[in-house]
């Protein structure tokens, strides 16, 4: 894709976020979309990722990521219509759709709560996967999990529920389940130093 028509294209991705986004809590907003694509470009840069189409996708993949996202959505499944219609829409070819639509549907932790993955990540996913994992922990971290609960109406803490062990994707998903705020910390923000996989988890 030309220069001009990428620019283009990462501004209606912008616009994307803005628009769908708007009305969230703040753990998973416009605000929090542009700091996981801020994120992806600087580890692309660190991991030695020049190329502009592979930038490309790892910007478009980290800003649309969060936009068809289960918790958002009435029925509890993850919704890629509007992202799958966004790509046509903006030229793209159809590898590179493929592309980040895998990375999108791929990253999540509920794919990874078990400890195992499907197949080896390419170096794309795995920036974006960090990207959002970086702002899932430290200061940041701690406030969204906490405006995240608040959203929900969940305790912040509860002696008598325990955080759960050998989760399940559909066990981790469940909404039917009464869960505590400081829970999510042991299930799962606890665990994400680890589960890096770019060199930047040498660093934390």
Request: charged share 30%.
């Amino acid at each position: 894709m030309a220069a001009a028509a990428a620019a283009a294209a990462v501004r209606c991705a912008e616009e994307l976020v803005e628009r769908e986004m708007s009305g969230r809590d703040a753990s998973h907003d416009a605000a929090h979309a542009l700091r996981v694509r801020d994120l992806a470009l600087s580890l692309a840069a660190e991991q030695g990722v020049s190329s502009p189409d592979r930038l490309l996708i790892v910007e478009l993949a980290a800003l649309l990521h969060d936009i068809g996202d289960y918790k958002y959505t009435k029925d509890n499944v993850e919704d890629m219509s509007i992202i799958k219609r966004f790509l046509e829409e903006v030229g793209l070819e159809e590898g590179q759709r493929e592309e980040i639509v895998a990375i999108i549907t791929g990253m999540g932790f509920k794919n990874e709560v078990s400890n195992k993955l499907n197949a080896e990540p390419t170096l794309e996913f795995a920036i974006v996967q960090d990207a959002d994992r970086l702002d899932a922990i430290g200061a940041i971290g701690v406030a969204r999990c906490f405006t995240y609960g608040g959203s929900k109406n969940s305790a912040l803490h509860d002696p008598n529920v325990l955080p759960r062990d050998n989760l399940s994707k559909e066990k981790y998903m469940s909404k039917e389940e009464k869960q505590t705020s400081i829970n999510h910390f042991h299930e799962k923000l606890f665990k994400l130093k680890d589960m890096m996989k770019t060199e930047v988890r040498a660093e934390l």
